[in-house]
């Protein structure tokens, strides 16, 4: 007797679970790290000052008034807001049929591309290297083009800049960096993540009066961190109460400070700088305090129903920012770190 078997039948019910599993990282590092403020037009500008250098300053009794102290201006800077959109377009029928995990396909849609718009401004505010200032009319202009806010890279200055990419590491040459000057990404050269190398950049910050405290790395830059740092005695390989070993690092206290040792994945991923650099961030270690630095929005994310379009349901998210770098000496950056295999 033939046996009659499940592919024999036609009345099979579907057997699809009822909940959406997505495993990709929703986590903004740097944004999160850093404050927000209102922004009043497209360009938004701040001012910077710093004191005069100490000099030997013993006068003779009796010196007349010679008005030798000249007073210095201020510093003006400003960056350009960007423009970040999400649309979707969900036809009236999807909205209407039953579907597993989610009633509404559009409020799903929505959400889920909330998120990604968060994702792309971490992507500009750790890789972006100049501000530009747009072109063109809003509606006729491609994707891209429009104005971009000058990222973390693009803010510091170039002597605060440890290239490790030279064949001697050493920081570049004192021009650029406030934004208006583009920084090149260097090649990443042989050299791997050091010591020496947070130690250089947190004692210029120091000397310039700033406070690093936060380490920002790619993921495979973080492991190396962590063995680096736990090389030679450095760390003691403390056990817990259950017998775990703590294997990372997430503090280092150097000669300026204790700084906090965070990983970035959008730092890892290939294309997480400008594109026009043509180098990924996990070649970059910023080192940063974060009152230095703030959100300013000229427009917060909003969502808006545009509403009816023929059959379907159209949405957009917009969200109208750019970054204030209060004064780009309180941070630095080490680039052009050998490639390391994750």
């Known amino acids: 007797m033939a046996i009659f ?5 036609k009345g099979k019910k579907e057997d699809l679970a009822s909940f959406i599993s997505m495993i990709t990282r929703d986590e903004t590092p740097f ?11 497209i360009f938004h ?3 910077t000052d710093s004191l005069a250098a100490p000099v030997a300053n013993a006068k003779a009794e009796g010196l007349d008034y010679t008005a030798a102290d000249t007073p210095t201006t201020t510093t003006r800077l400003g960056n350009y807001s960007q423009i970040l959109v999400k649309e979707i377009k969900v036809s009236k029928t999807l909205d209407s049929i039953s579907k597993a995990g989610r009633n509404s396909e559009f409020a799903y849609q929505m959400k889920k591309k909330g998120t990604e718009l968060k994702r792309d401004l971490e992507h500009a505010l750790i890789g972006t290297r100049q501000i530009t200032n747009g072109s063109g009319v809003a509606d006729a202009v491609g994707d891209n083009t429009g104005r971009k806010m000058g990222g973390y890279q693009s803010w510091v200055p170039k002597e605060n800049n440890w290239d490790a990419s030279a064949s001697t590491p050493a920081f570049q ?3 650029g960096g406030n934004g208006a000057t583009a920084h090149t990404a260097p090649t990443a050269g ?11 950049v947190m004692q210029r910050v120091y000397e310039e009066g700033g406070k690093a405290s936060i380490l920002m790395m790619s993921p495979s830059n973080k492991r190396a961190f962590s ?8 760390t003691r390989r403390n056990l817990d109460e259950k017998g775990s070993i703590r294997q990372s690092v997430e503090l280092y206290e150097s000669d300026f400070g204790v700084v906090k040792v965070v990983p970035n994945f959008i730092q890892g991923l290939a294309a997480s700088v400008d594109i026009s650099d043509g180098v990924g961030g996990t070649t970059d270690v910023i080192v940063y305090d974060p009152s230095w630095w703030s959100m300013a929005n000229l427009r917060s994310l909003s969502t808006t129903d545009v509403g009816q379009k023929g059959d379907s349901t159209v949405g957009m998210m917009v969200e109208e920012t750019t970054l204030e770098c209060r004064n780009p000496h309180g941070s630095a950056l080490i680039s052009g770190i050998g490639v390391i295999v994750s």
Do not use: C, P
């Not at 078997?5 to 039948?9: A, F, G, H, N």
């Open 227 to 234: 063995t680096l740092a736990q090389g030679s005695g450095n």
């Open 173 to 175: 040459s004192a021009a």
């Open 190 to 200: 042989t050299h791997v993540l050091a010591l020496t190398d947070i130690d250089e």
């Open 45 to 47: 500008e701040w001012q």
């Open 5 to 9: 078997k499940t592919e024999d039948t």
């Open 31 to 41: 944004l999160s790290s850093i404050g927000t403020k209102k922004a009043a037009g």
